[in-house]
């Protein structure tokens, strides 16, 4: 079993690029988590996905979408990036209550 | 507002002896409880979770009580070994798999020889 995978590792883009992050559940997990890890933090809710619908998100901004696919892999895009946004981000895989974690993007923005 | 709290930056414990990580929360619909390990360039493991129908859960080294009157929790590690050094998460979540987790910032935990 391979685990909860990510990709790219990691990533630098500059101010107003847009991102695509993407995430390979665990096989067998039905739904998809998404956290920003800021340095010093614990990880923050973005979004989650199930059944290929956003079900929950958290306090982000429109510029974070994301979409889950037949396979249950997904994606998080981020447009029009600012600074601030440069933090590890945290896909995780669940079928029950407990998550899962990959082993993140590393996103810069400079 | 931090609605799970882990208080302590770091702790450092000598190897075999015990370490208490502490976590207070804020939401009173919270109802599951998880610890996360986290190791650097690696995502957070999960370690250990608690339902708030229970005051304890053992899992081997590893034990989690919930006192839901002062909404804190605690984990304990025992014996403590220098694998253990990582930093640890503390999550909640409200009415299970439907609900998002929040955590805290962490508390990273160095075993001293």
């Known amino acids: ?110 | 507002d931090q609605q799970v709290k882990q208080n302590s930056p770091s702790l450092s414990v000598q190897e075999g002896r015990i370490s208490i990580l502490n976590c207070d929360y804020t939401n009173s619909m919270f109802d599951y409880f998880l610890w996360y390990k986290k190791y650097p360039a690696e995502g957070p493991t999960f370690l250990i979770s608690i339902s708030s129908i229970k005051d304890k859960n053992e899992d081997g080294r590893f034990t989690v009580f919930l006192n839901k009157s002062a909404k804190h929790l605690s984990l304990h590690i025992v014996p403590s070994q220098p694998g253990d050094s990582a930093v640890y998460f503390c999550a909640a979540s409200a009415s299970g798999r439907d609900d998002k987790i929040i955590f805290g910032k962490g508390t990273r935990l160095h075993i001293l020889p």
């Open chain 1, 1 to 110: 079993d391979a685990g909860v995978t990510q990709s790219p590792t990691h990533l630098i883009k500059t101010r107003g690029q847009q991102v695509t992050l993407r995430c390979s559940p665990k096989s067998g997990h039905d739904t998809v988590s998404w956290y920003q890890q800021a340095l010093g933090q614990g990880p923050q809710f973005i979004f989650q996905y199930y059944e290929e619908e956003e079900r929950q998100r958290g306090n982000f901004p429109d510029r974070f979408s994301g979409h889950q696919f037949p396979n249950y892999s997904s994606e998080l895009n981020v447009n029009a990036l600012l600074l601030g946004d440069s933090a590890l981000y945290l896909c995780a895989s669940s079928f029950s209550l407990e998550q899962f974690f990959g082993p993140g993007t590393r996103l810069t923005v400079l």
